[in-house]
């Protein structure tokens, strides 16, 4: 395995483990966490955070019957789950996983964006408002330049790129602001699956690139 | 205590909109608190032997926490009620799956809660189905486990975490606080603590850098 570069920053891991952050940027920043064993370490300290503060929080009251009620529903049989049948999600070159952080979300197919770029729209059911999608590029290709109005983050899934700051590789994790101008492109050799969350708009230079951004809801 | 850098480094202290709540007490209310390893060997006791009078005292050192961090974060009452027992039958029935070596039960049972907050988001977000017509449903992904060297390397004692919080500025413990009790606590940290909104992350960052440091020198 690669070595991981590029982690989420402290108030993301601190707002993941506290279980505060909007959809999109949980589910990015889970994904990173699943795949980083140094910020799941990180992260296990900071829950210790949340259990030391809920050891020291003054308690609620409770009906009086809170105890007797869930005595009665650890008797009750257990409801039969649902077999849903499911379609798998759809494949990643060996190597690559989806995250599990994705779990009960919904994914498009692979779809045309331009040569060598392929991008699958990710819906979360329970908050539309996440802007999340999957993109694939092949090797030696770029996206347009662009920034962002606001905040895109970025999880590495497979492969690697170099944005004129640093290379990423698979497990990096990446947060551009309106700050960050760049040119993502990928390395010769081998396509590249990132997996990203978009608050605000992605912002491309040119007319054309513009016209993609539009195609794509970015 | 000693002053550490952050501490001294922070802005003169504004006034607060309330007293700082004291949560990282070791006074008697803490004595009255059963130790880590009592409420580890309830859980056992629940996870090998369907122990009632264990889950009791568990239900009891721990319902009315729970709803009261539900409740913080803005959970109304009856809501809280209902996620508190939901989250106790939860420990009841994943017992057999709490690691002592993993996580202290107070973390355990701050976890459970926390993701049991967030399902009712979801719940409450309602199943939209997706607008496309050649979407894949990723419920077939499976759920996180942990591999066993990790759980064995992971250990960190609430006690640990509870000490070095003690060496922390107010405001730092504050900023936790508030990151893990309020809905909007960017909102609220800002409020609490006087400083400008643009400021806030810097400060978190500050907060749990300075915890890790004091974690790091702990032995």
Same mark, same amino acid.
């Given at each position: 395995m690669t070595t991981i570069r590029h982690h989420p920053d402290d108030e993301l891991l601190l707002g993941l483990a506290a279980g505060r952050l909007p959809t999109g940027t949980a589910l990015v920043v889970a994904a990173h966490v699943e795949q980083c064993a140094h910020c799941r370490s990180q992260m296990r300290d900071l829950e210790a955070v949340g259990g030391v503060l809920l050891e020291d929080v003054e308690g609620a009251e409770l009906r009086p019957d809170a105890l007797v009620r869930t005595m009665a529903m650890i008797d009750a049989p257990s409801k039969p789950t649902s077999t849903r049948v499911v379609a798998g999600p759809p494949p990643l070159p060996v190597g690559a996983q989806w995250p599990k +952080?994705? +779990?009960g979300c919904v994914a498009t197919r692979w779809r045309w964006i331009g040569p060598g770029m392929r991008w699958s729209r990710i819906t979360v059911p329970w908050d539309p408002s996440a802007n999340m999608f999957l993109l694939r590029i092949a090797p030696g290709k770029y996206l347009p330049q662009h920034t962002h109005s606001e905040l895109e983050l970025t999880q590495v899934l497979y492969g690697n790129f170099h944005d004129g700051r640093a290379p990423f590789g698979a497990g990096d994790f990446d947060a551009a602001d309106p700050t960050v101008h760049h040119q993502p492109v990928v390395q010769d050799g081998c396509e590249c699956i990132c997996l990203a969350s978009v608050q605000g708009r992605v912002l491309f230079d040119g007319f054309i690139a513009r016209q993609l951004g539009a195609l794509v809801g970015m | 205590m000693a002053p550490n850098a952050e501490a001294m480094n922070a802005d003169p202290a504004p006034l607060r909109a309330r007293p700082v709540l004291s949560v990282v007490s070791d006074g008697p209310q803490a004595s009255a608190l059963p130790c880590a390893d009592d409420l580890a060997a309830l859980v056992s006791a629940v996870a090998t032997a369907s122990d009632r009078q264990a889950f009791a005292l568990l239900f009891k050192h721990f319902a009315p926490r729970v709803k009261s961090y539900l409740m913080r974060g803005g959970t109304p009452d009856q809501q809280a009620e209902d996620l508190t027992q939901e989250a106790m039958v939860t420990l009841w029935r994943k017992a057999a799956q709490f690691d002592a070596r993993h996580a202290s039960v107070s973390t355990w049972v701050f976890a459970i809660a926390r993701n049991l907050r967030i399902d009712a988001f979801r719940r409450a977000g %309602? %199943? @939209? @189905?997706?607008?496309?017509?050649d979407g894949f449903d990723l419920d077939s992904l499976p759920h996180e486990t942990l591999s066993p060297d990790e759980a064995l390397s992971s250990a960190r004692a609430t006690t640990e975490v509870r000490v070095a919080m003690r060496a922390l500025s107010a405001d730092q413990v504050q900023v936790l606080r508030l990151s893990f009790y309020e809905d909007q606590p960017h909102a609220q940290i800002a409020r609490e603590l006087g400083i400008p909104l643009g400021t806030v992350k810097s400060r978190i960052r500050g907060a749990v850098s300075q915890l890790r440091r004091l974690l790091n020198v702990t032995p």
């Open positions: +952080a994705l +779990a | %309602g %199943g @939209q @189905q997706a607008a496309f017509d």
